[in-house]
């Protein structure tokens, strides 16, 4: 085998590598409760640092508020604001219960998405080599970590159906528009948050092998420069996209069919 053929067999097995790096869930370490092992996976582990942060930025902003708020608390006031007025729009009366899930879940995704940002690049330029001592990785690109998010929406879509419409009022709503819709109506709480799950797990894992492969090919200038889209632009995207179809499922339950 020539050089080039040696050179592409290298890359190959380095890129596989870091592809099956990517998709590995590594334990952290390992709790023993009960005489049971509980293994704490580093998806655990940076989903409770992601809540931390989002705790303690809280604190913070909301530290020395002001009866006329200017700065950092009139974005804040404002951000609450837009959400009560969506949410008003959207669930009707129900806002009062679900406008503050649907801004945890957004706070929570984007940051979740957007973490990787933090994690150190990788140099290798003139012979100086740099490897980051750890490496924080999305949770999101574990699926069980969107499947139990996706599940706990499509149970919300479930309750606040009854709530909303009552329990004649959600059967009648599988019989829309034509009593002969009934299985695919009910197929359709199978089909959401499995969409869901899938399509935030397949974005979040896909970019981040995406950013695996670059970087292994081009590790000098051109990884951080796209880690601004696929770790930081696609992440909040992908957020926006799991909070609006989430809104929308849970508006069509509380809200009677044919907009009755």
């Not at 959401?192 to 292994?216: D, V, Y």
Request: charged share 15%; aromatic share 12%.
């Amino acid at each position: 085998m020539g050089r080039r053929g040696q050179a592409g067999g290298r890359f190959a097995d380095g890129a596989g590598f870091g592809v099956m790096e990517a998709l590995e869930i590594k334990t952290v370490f390992t709790l023993r409760i009960a005489g049971l092992d509980l293994p704490i996976t580093e998806t655990v582990v940076v989903s409770w640092l992601v809540m931390i942060l989002l705790v303690a930025l809280s604190l913070v902003l909301t530290r020395r508020l002001r009866e006329i708020p200017r700065g950092a608390q009139a974005l804040l006031e404002g951000g609450v604001e837009f959400l009560n007025k969506f949410a008003r729009a959207q669930f009707g009366p129900w806002a009062r219960y679900l406008a503050h899930y649907m801004g945890t879940l957004f706070l929570f995704l984007a940051g979740a998405n957007v973490i990787g940002v933090l994690c150190p690049v990788e140099v290798n330029f003139l012979g100086f080599h740099f490897s980051p001592p750890f490496e924080i990785k999305p949770p999101t690109r574990d699926i069980n970590v969107t499947a139990a998010l996706a599940l706990v929406s499509i149970v919300l879509v479930l309750v606040f159906g009854f709530l909303g419409r009552g329990l004649r009022g959600w059967f009648r709503g599988l019989l829309y528009p034509v009593p002969l819709m009934i299985p695919f109506n009910l197929l359709e709480y199978l089909i959401r948050p499995l969409s869901l799950c899938l399509r935030l797990f397949g974005n979040i894992l896909g970019g981040f092998i995406l950013m695996h492969l670059i970087t292994g090919l081009v590790p000098l200038a051109l990884p951080p420069v796209l880690s601004l889209y696929f770790d930081f632009f696609d992440g909040l995207l992908q957020a926006v996209v799991f909070v609006f179809l989430t809104t929308m499922y849970l508006s069509e339950a509380v809200k009677m069919p044919g907009g009755e």
